[in-house]
């Protein structure tokens, strides 16, 4: 009986629910229809819209330069983010001079991060053979992309087929790749990875009051193409007979009949020119001075009231190189310009490869700071350059203890140059002296202090008189 009662229960609850089915069963058909009247009236919902489609790869070629990735970045660490680059030569041991160079290059980066705020918006390069790490210079890490370059052939560091093995020399072949690199690769090797502009910087630079502005700008708004600190008097003769021999024959326009005829006449009167310069007290009467200004109109140069010759900033045509354009040349362990020049002035290209070809580097340690000077006087206009005396700035090298060269240059705007240089004096030597030196072409002289503990160096120079022109 319960059994029976328990099937009987749900038939039981479906028959009271029985009559409310086909009124549930009418609403869900309104529903739909209603849902269909909509349709109708509002057309079709609107498509979804479509996934983004990802970025086609760029075209090679079509990325800015300043992103451009180069061949040789597998040399370097990190990647380029400025078109700017301040460069150094790293070693932990110099091979020419008793100087162990892990400490220096993180000091002279220190000063860098001290006084130059600019650094941020460079790319600081560290140019070495292997010996040196990231870790081995941190001192800008945080502040400015820093770069580990490697030298190898592809990145300018390698001696001309022409000229290897080199002949030996007191000073090692490291150093002569040195002199070649900054001569002669530096300018392909920068531009191969995407910089425009270059400062160098010695690991043994420093930049000892603030540079309150970006260097960079600075030419470029001033439409400069070099900028230097100091200068030094070298030039050896080799070098000399180089220099006007190229110039000869740009002038001659590589005919070398042309050449060797105006060589002939250029020599009598580069002769005499040079013998009036040397010994002026033999060259004052009015006969003299008329010849002065005889041959150096012959030779294309200028001459003063006085009947002086004045080099033109222009190829010197037959002057000899070293009694005028080369009695200075600029102290280029800090520089800073364009590449562009130095790879797009056909008068530059060429005598860089005549340079290159000559093997002086390697026979004669003809020096990049000799070449540079060259270049620069020949082809560049004056008012395309500028000293810059505003920092104070010192480089020296040493041996056994001692500095046998270079020194520290004051800057206008440093209120502390006088304690920072008598503090130099103190420890290294030499004691402050003035030079009035004139920054550019047109400009009124400046006056700053120069320290050199050893008097017989040739840099930082300042002539006799304590004044340095235009250079």
């Known amino acids: 009986m319960v059994h029976r009662r328990a099937l009987l229960l749900p038939l039981l609850l479906l028959l009271r629910c029985a009559p409310s089915l086909p009124q549930a069963f009418s ?25 983004p489609l990802p970025p086609p790869p760029p ?29 150094y030569l790293g070693q932990k ?40 790490a990231p870790r081995d210079a941190t001192a800008l890490d945080g502040v400015a992309n820093v770069r580990f370059c490697l030298l190898t052939n592809d990145t300018g560091w390698a001696v001309p087929a022409r000229w290897d093995p080199p002949p030996e020399m007191p000073w090692s072949v490291g150093y002569r790749l040195m002199i070649r690199f900054y001569a002669v690769t530096v300018w392909p090797t920068l531009a191969k990875l ?96 008329a010849q002065i200004r005889s041959a150096a109109l012959k030779l294309g140069l200028y001459a003063d009231a006085s009947g002086a010759p004045i080099v033109p900033q222009a190829i ?6 070293c009694p005028a354009l080369g009695q200075f040349g600029y102290y280029n362990n800090w520089f ?11 008068g530059v290209a060429s005598m860089i490869a005549a340079f290159d070809e000559s093997g002086l580097i390697f026979t004669h340690r003809a020096n990049d700071l000799i070449f540079q000077t060259a270049a620069i006087r020949l082809f560049m206009p004056p008012a395309r350059r500028a000293r810059l005396v505003d920092f104070t700035y010192q480089h020296h090298t040493m041996r056994h203890g001692t500095v046998n060269y270079g020194g520290v240059e004051s800057g206008t705007r440093d209120p502390d140059a006088a304690k920072t240089l008598d ?42 008189d304590g004044t340095m022109p235009f250079f």
Request: proline share 8%; hydrophobic share 35%.
């Open 316 to 321: 010197a045509h037959g002057m000899p190189y």
């Open 336 to 346: 800073v310009t364009k590449l562009d020049w130095w790879l797009g002035h056909p």
């Open 27 to 51: 609403q869900k058909r309104a529903t739909r229809r209603a849902r269909q009247r909509r349709k109708r009236r509002d057309g079709p919902p609107p498509p979804e819209p479509p996934l």
């Open 59 to 87: 075209r090679p070629g079509s990325l800015p330069r300043g992103l451009a990735p180069s061949p040789l970045d597998r040399y370097c660490t990190g990647r380029r983010r400025h078109g700017d680059a301040i460069i």
């Open 93 to 132: 041991q110099h091979s020419s001079y008793d100087a162990t160079h892990a400490n220096t290059l993180n000091a002279s980066m220190e000063s860098l991060r001290r006084n130059y705020g600019a650094v941020r918006d460079a790319d600081v390069i560290v140019w070495h053979e292997g010996d040196l």
């Open 423 to 464: 503090a130099y004096a103190r420890r290294f030597g030499g004691r402050p002296r003035p030079c009035d030196v004139v920054p550019a072409a047109g400009a009124p002289p400046e006056r700053i202090f120069i320290v050199l503990p050893n008097a017989e160096a040739g840099a930082p120079a300042c002539q006799d």
């Open 194 to 289: 995407g910089y425009s502009w270059v400062m160098r910087m010695d690991d043994d630079s420093f930049i000892l009051s603030k540079i309150d502005y970006d260097v960079f700008a600075s030419l470029r708004q001033r439409r400069l193409l070099y900028a230097y600190r100091g200068l030094s008097a070298e030039c050896p003769k080799h070098f000399a007979d180089f220099v006007t021999s190229f110039a000869r024959r740009v002038d001659a326009g590589g005919d070398d009949a042309a050449y060797l005829a105006a060589a002939k006449r250029a020599d009598v009167d580069a002769d005499f020119l040079e013998f009036c310069t040397k010994f002026p007290k033999h060259c004052k009467s009015e006969q003299k001075r």
